[in-house]
């Protein structure tokens, strides 16, 4: 073991061995026993940022959000203004009080009121109702006056005016006409094939 003869070496010698040994050590530790830690911390910090950025969207929403309600309140009174126009039912019962409330108004008689089928349209459907009135041409305009003033949208078609002949009738008239109105279809969801995002 004459290669190995540490007592003839200086003691720098020793030093400049136990710091290449630590090194090599030091260097074996980061590498090897540190390096899952330093990429699971480097992980989480990414994390952490993330979180961090949706944390800011989140308090920049939130103080929009007296904004949003307000938005949304608006919307939702002019959706009810909308829907009186063309609703999105029937309502065949209110539309029968408000016409009969007309007639009880004025000097008519309500002889045929007959709904029809609907009409499928783009996004609505038409709706006829044949009407039979017995009035006077003054009465008569009355009538469509006040129901044009309806929030429902209602639209009058073929009208047919003729003389009432018949001896002490309270009618000077007899008229026939088609009464349109609409109703709003509102679309449905068709359910996604399977696979599709």
């Known amino acids: 073991m004459a290669g190995l003869d ?6 720098y010698f ?5 710091l290449v040994i630590s090194g090599l050590l030091i260097f074996a530790f980061e ?31 939130e103080g929009r959000l007296p904004q949003f309600r307000e938005e949304f309140a608006r919307l939702d009174t002019e959706l009810q203004r909308l829907l009186r126009i063309l ?9 029968i009080k408000k016409i009969k409330s007309l007639t009880e108004r004025g ?5 045929r009121f007959q709904p029809q089928p609907f009409v499928k349209q783009d996004f609505y459907s038409e709706w006829p109702i044949s009407v039979q009135l017995e009035a ?5 305009a009355l009538f469509f006056d006040r129901l044009s003033r309806f929030s429902r949208i209602i639209n009058i078609d073929t009208l047919a005016i ?7 009738s309270a009618y000077s008239i007899d008229t026939t006409f088609v009464m349109k109105t609409f ?3 509102e679309p449905t969801q068709q359910p996604k094939p399977e696979g599709a995002r």
């Open 31 to 61: 590498n090897y026993l540190f390096s899952d830690i330093q990429k699971d911390i480097n992980g989480r910090a990414s994390d952490l940022a993330t979180l961090k950025k949706k944390v800011t969207e989140g308090k920049i929403a």
């Open 87 to 95: 609703p999105t039912a029937k309502q065949t019962d209110e539309l």
């Open 6 to 11: 540490l007592d003839n070496r200086p003691w």
């Open 136 to 140: 006077s041409y003054h009465e008569l």
């Open 162 to 168: 003729s003389a009432d002949t018949r001896e002490r």
């Open 14 to 18: 020793a030093l400049i061995v136990g």
């Open 183 to 185: 109703i709003y279809d």
């Open 107 to 111: 000097n008519f008689r309500l002889v």
